[in-house]
């Protein structure tokens, strides 16, 4: 069965610093998408970056970008320069061909001034 | 070009009422996927619709029901509520345009259903 798991409920940062939200994720179908989204306080998902799994390269989007290691299966979000507008939560999500997103549980970020 | 929206904004109902929650995709898109995110967790996929037809559903039993209209908007219906059934109810839409993985849904606000 397709799983997302996070493993970190809470991460603090300090503002303008780099930081890494881990996401692995276990799949038997070898065509696959995972995204990232934010989810402020408001509650709407706000999408961040997307990964194919035939992707060669690691997608990047501004101060987003992906570490896909394929083989450990793992999807990890970083954030470079960290602001205080990035104190949010964080899911990770999976889809294949024509499915469902499938979330993990989450990640708070909180950035520290 | 307004995003997806959804109806209402917030809903107080007791045990054992009816609910029904309203989403409206976003412009050029024709799917419609709901997801319930109880409080502290990851939204979990109900039911996605697609050509008026329920295609894909969750883990959710049968009290979960749904509808497509013809303008692609869709409706979330709950009947009998629990306790349980407290949470953020997500839409999200997507294009048929789209078959492979990369489909991005496209969400919206939220409806927060608390039962007393």
């Known amino acids: 069965a397709q799983k997302i798991t996070q493993t970190q409920p809470g991460m603090f940062v300090q503002e303008k610093e780099a930081v890494t939200l881990d996401c692995t994720y276990d799949t038997s179908d070898p065509s696959y998408g995972l995204f990232w989204y934010k989810q402020p306080s408001s509650g709407e998902m706000i999408f961040l970056i997307y990964q194919g799994s035939y992707d060669q390269q690691n997608a990047t989007e501004g101060r987003y970008s992906l570490n896909f290691q394929k083989a450990r299966k793992s999807a990890n979000l970083v954030i470079s320069a960290s602001q205080l507008g990035d104190s949010a939560m964080y899911f990770c999500?999976?889809?294949?061909?024509?499915?469902?997103?499938?979330f993990g549980q989450g990640t708070e970020l909180s950035v520290k001034p | 070009d307004a995003g997806v929206t959804q109806s209402p904004t917030h809903l107080i109902k007791t045990r054992g009422q009816q609910v029904t929650l309203r989403c409206s995709p976003k412009?050029?898109?024709?799917?419609v996927s709901w997801y319930q995110q109880a409080l502290g967790q990851g939204p979990q996929f109900i039911f996605q619709?697609?050509?008026?037809?329920?295609?894909q559903r969750g883990n959710f039993p049968d009290r979960f029901s749904g509808h497509q209209f013809p303008n692609y908007s869709s409706e979330l219906n709950v009947n009998a509520l629990l306790l349980g059934d407290s949470a953020l109810y997500l839409c999200?839409?997507?294009?048929?345009?789209?078959?492979?993985?990369?489909?991005?849904?496209?969400f919206g606000p939220g409806t927060r259903l608390t039962v007393l």
């Open positions: 999200a839409s997507g294009s048929s345009l789209f078959r492979g993985p990369y489909n991005e849904q496209f």
């Open positions: 412009s050029g898109h024709d799917t």
């Open positions: 999500a999976m889809r294949e061909v024509g499915g469902k997103l499938i």
């Open positions: 619709y697609y050509e008026e037809e329920e295609r």
